[in-house]
């Protein structure tokens, strides 16, 4: 299994490109099961957990072709062979679930398997199962399978409220939505940019589709969808995570194509931890002012809050922050299993519940550290950035879920740091 070895202590100075949304094009290449004509997707990222959801759509019957290096991602599901997405697929990938609204609505039966995806608590799925319900599936668990089944005519436009925001169960319900018969009104739906996303290419697909980015978003059920060729949005969370690097190593990063409002709370905390983000043409740059970050208290929240996907990350600057700084989970139960590696690396970390306290220390020690899940593995990597001498990192097949080129990206800067296969 391969390793990464990061040399701490180098400053980072450079361009970083940002790829598409990961989690944006495993919420869109499902769309695909919802029309007969074909649907492109270009700006598609190139990491793992696509290559799994195009195996799954494929298993479906769905024909899917990546072009130009994997950038493009043309489907077309014109003769769906399936309705039945096994659990050997969907255990690799908790973003699998969102196959079931769109196959329910055009075949009118799914069956899939409960999910598994990262370590990182419960994550149920019965947000995404009532709201189906509401729409008029039958739905039954059986051996570890979802079966649903649409009435006779069709799924029905229902008035759904979730109890608490969920991006998942909000995708899943608008895609079914859009064609069920009559209006669908969601509300606390999520907000997440990856959202208003799907909605444009369900849109640009001929759904008809009000309020994507706010918390009610109402559509309007129409016959049958066409195709589309979209362009999937930049991955804030990539965006984000390497608008840390610079942070904890000094220097200034660029960042083309980056855009303030999708990563709301994020950058505001980052300001407020003594950190530069500064507008330049067609992008932002991130210079930290001072040698040492300033300690925050961060609270991760749906959209705009501060996303719980660059806690961990965060978790990593602050080890060096000056002062104490709190951290609460509010969205994940469990999300703390990066706090015991960067503890090994000399970071103080208390973790109580759901709140991790940080007593930032001058600088960090490379150790020998273990990737738990996607996000703490990157967190390690940008902690052995600036940490004191070698820092590797193992298990990081977890990484190559969500960050395609990360050792080509942060050495185009300057980062000592290279993969070591095995
Ligand atoms: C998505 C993102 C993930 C991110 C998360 C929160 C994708 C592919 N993944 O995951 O990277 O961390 O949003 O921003 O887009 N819940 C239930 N029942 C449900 C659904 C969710 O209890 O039916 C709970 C979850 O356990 C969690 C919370 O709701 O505690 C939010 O989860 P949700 O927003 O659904 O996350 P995902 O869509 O799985």
Redo the contacts with the bound molecule.
């Keep these: 299994m391969d390793r990464i070895v990061v040399t701490g202590g180098r400053e980072l100075n450079g361009t970083i490109p940002i790829a598409g949304a ?3 094009c ?2 869109l290449m499902p769309a695909t099961l919802l029309t007969d004509e074909p649907l492109t997707l270009s700006n598609a990222p190139r990491l793992a ?1 696509i290559d799994t959801m195009t195996l799954l759509l494929r298993a479906l019957g769905a024909e899917v072709s990546r072009l130009d290096e994997g950038r493009v991602i043309a489907m077309s599901s014109h003769a769906l062979s399936s309705h039945r997405a096994e659990y050997d697929i969907v255990r690799r ?3 699998s ?2 196959v079931l609204g769109p196959l329910l609505a055009r075949e009118g039966v799914a069956e899939v398997s409960l999910p598994g ?2 370590a ?11 709201a189906l319900e509401a729409m008029g599936a039958e739905i039954d668990l059986v051996e570890g399978y979802v079966h649903a089944r649409a009435p006779r005519g069709g799924l029905r436009g229902a008035r759904i409220r979730f109890p ?8 899943n319900t608008l895609m079914a939505a859009t064609l069920a018969r009559g209006t669908t009104v969601i509300e606390n739906a ?1 907000r ?1 940019p ?1 959202i208003v996303d799907l909605a444009r290419c369900l849109t640009a697909m001929g759904a008809r589709i009000e309020g994507a980015g706010t918390d009610t978003i109402t559509v309007e059920g129409v016959d049958r969808l066409h195709g589309a060729t979209h362009s999937v949005i930049i991955d804030r ?1 990539e965006l984000g995570t390497y608008m840390i690097a610079p942070a904890i190593t000094g220097g200034t990063v660029r960042f083309p194509g980056a855009r303030r409002d999708i990563l709301g709370a994020f950058i505001d905390k980052l300001e407020e931890a003594g950190v530069a983000v500064d507008d330049i043409e067609g992008g932002l740059a991130v210079t930290r002012r001072g040698d040492r970050a300033r300690a925050v208290e961060v609270v991760t929240a ?2 705009p809050g501060f ?3 660059l806690q961990a990350q965060m978790m990593a600057l602050l080890a060096t922050a000056d002062g104490v700084s709190t951290l609460e989970e509010r ?3 469990n999300r703390f299993m990066h706090a015991p590696e960067l503890m090994r690396m000399g970071a103080k970390i208390d973790v109580h519940g759901g709140t991790a306290r940080v007593t930032g220390v001058e600088r960090l020690k490379g150790a020998p550290v273990m990737a738990t899940d ?2 703490a593995s990157v967190s390690l990597i940008l902690a052995g950035l600036g940490a004191e001498g070698e820092t590797v990192v193992s298990r990081v097949y977890h990484l190559d879920r969500g960050y395609e080129r990360l050792e080509e990206k942060l050495g185009a800067c300057g980062a000592a740091i290279e993969r070591i296969g095995e």
């Design positions: 990961k989690n944006a495993l919420a957990d990938m908790r973003a679930i969102l995806g990262c990182i608590g419960a994550r149920p799925v019965d947000l995404h199962l009532q608490f925001v969920s991006v998942g169960a909000t995708e999520a997440e990856e969370i749906p959209y996303p719980t996907d969205i994940f139960e996607l996000r």
